[in-house]
């Protein structure tokens, strides 16, 4: 799919090649137990996870593929044990590995080990600005001391870091201690990223959604810090689109720039596209990577525009926010291919902010993650 994609009017236009950046979800294993947690409610045992061998094969795959940042993540990615081995797999194919970490698994003996294998980038998630805040909705007590000398590790070894941030009812208000803390611990990249209801995270819509207040503070006081911070930290957001009017444009469009590979070795255009019942992820137990990127029916599913309905199929915005999450539009309207409902032109735009206001309204409790054994 090297030509461009053009709509029926030849209006709008979507070029395709090859993706730059891949997810490997290698584990689901994790010793946190956030309440935000977008993985999926069935998670894969570790006897349905692709073994070292397999992911070093699809890895060599990717860098033929055109594939460049390699984003090792889970679960919690420490907690294979060849991890060291996927990272040097990473640079014996010259692709930038990011190991997306909670920071536990990781002593400072391995992580130098990893950066002499390789190791480009590190991203650990803070789960809040203290150890109360932190322990708590990580449900690891220690996790927040343990962050705090994995930050000091990855600095120390001159390895770039980045932080990230996921923001909700409950720790929303306190995101500018969240952005000091950032510069202190040497991170050159916060990424803020408001909580997305995806996977467990379902489960606890009543107890994170944060109000249409907090929402709009956070948004400002993202702008003010980037402002401030310029050459200091570098501030990524994303916006609460519950109390949006337009959806973000997921994933770049539809199996455009990147793709998920989830620990049983199915591949996926984004993170929460197992949502969708009736597509069909192929596995690279089964198929060349290749393949599967640019013949397989779910990557095609809603490339370019032809799926498209109205209000999106004639609309000026469609070919910057493609309809928005295809993943979003199926859990609201139930249906993967309407226009995403956080869009003020979607029929179900009016419903969507009632309930997200009723839930920011609504006191829910935590519902921890639980793991699989
Ligand atoms: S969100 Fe929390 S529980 Fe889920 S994988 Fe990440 S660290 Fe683990
Ligand atoms: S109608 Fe569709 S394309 Fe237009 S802004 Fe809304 S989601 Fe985007």
């Known amino acids: 799919m090297d030509a461009p994609v053009v709509d029926a009017e030849g209006t709008a236009e979507i070029t395709y090649g090859p993706p730059i950046a891949m997810l490997a979800e290698i584990t689901h294993r994790c010793p946190l137990s956030c309440p935000y947690c977008s993985n999926p409610l069935e998670l894969t045992k570790r006897d349905g996870e692709l073994p070292t061998e397999i992911w070093v094969d699809v890895f060599r795959q990717a860098a033929e593929l055109g594939v460049l940042q390699m984003h090792l993540s889970g679960g919690e990615p420490a907690s294979r044990r060849d991890l060291e081995d996927l990272v040097t797999a990473c640079r014996d194919h010259d692709l930038y590995s990011n190991l997306i970490t909670s920071g536990i698994g990781l002593t400072e003996k391995r992580l130098t080990g990893l950066k002499e294998r390789g190791l480009d980038h590190v991203q650990l998630s803070l789960q809040g600005v203290d150890a109360e805040m932190a322990d708590l909705i990580g449900g690891y007590k220690g996790g927040y001391s343990r962050k705090m000398d994995v930050a000091g590790w990855t600095t120390s070894l001159d390895l770039p870091l980045t932080l990230n941030a996921v923001m909700h009812e409950k720790n929303i208000d306190r995101l500018p201690e969240t952005i000091d803390l950032a510069v202190r611990m040497g991170a050159r990249r916060l990424e803020v990223a408001t909580v997305q209801f995806h996977g467990w995270a379902v489960k606890n819509r009543a107890a994170l ?39 973000k444009p997921c994933m770049g469009g539809w199996g455009s720039t990147g793709l998920n590979i989830v620990p049983d070795g199915r591949v996926m255009p984004c993170h929460a596209a197992h949502t969708i019942p009736h597509l069909v992820f192929e596995n690279v137990r089964d198929k060349p990577l290749a393949d599967i990127w640019w013949k397989s029916e779910a990557f095609n599913a809603y490339r370019g525009f032809e799926w498209m309905q109205e209000p999106c199929r004639s609309c000026p915005r469609k070919a910057r926010d493609f309809g928005g999450c295809r993943c979003q539009a199926m859990a609201i309207a139930g249906d993967a291919a309407a226009t995403d409902p956080v869009c003020i032109k979607s029929p179900l735009h009016a419903q969507l902010q009632e309930a997200a206001e009723a839930d920011a309204m609504s006191d829910g409790t935590l519902t921890f993650r639980t793991m699989p054994v």
Do not use: C, F, N, S
């Open 209 to 247: 959604m944060p109000t249409r207040e907090q929402a709009k503070l956070a948004g400002q006081r993202v702008a003010e810090a980037r402002e401030r911070l310029k050459g200091v930290l570098v501030i990524d957001y994303v916006p609460a689109d519950h109390h949006a009017d337009y959806p």
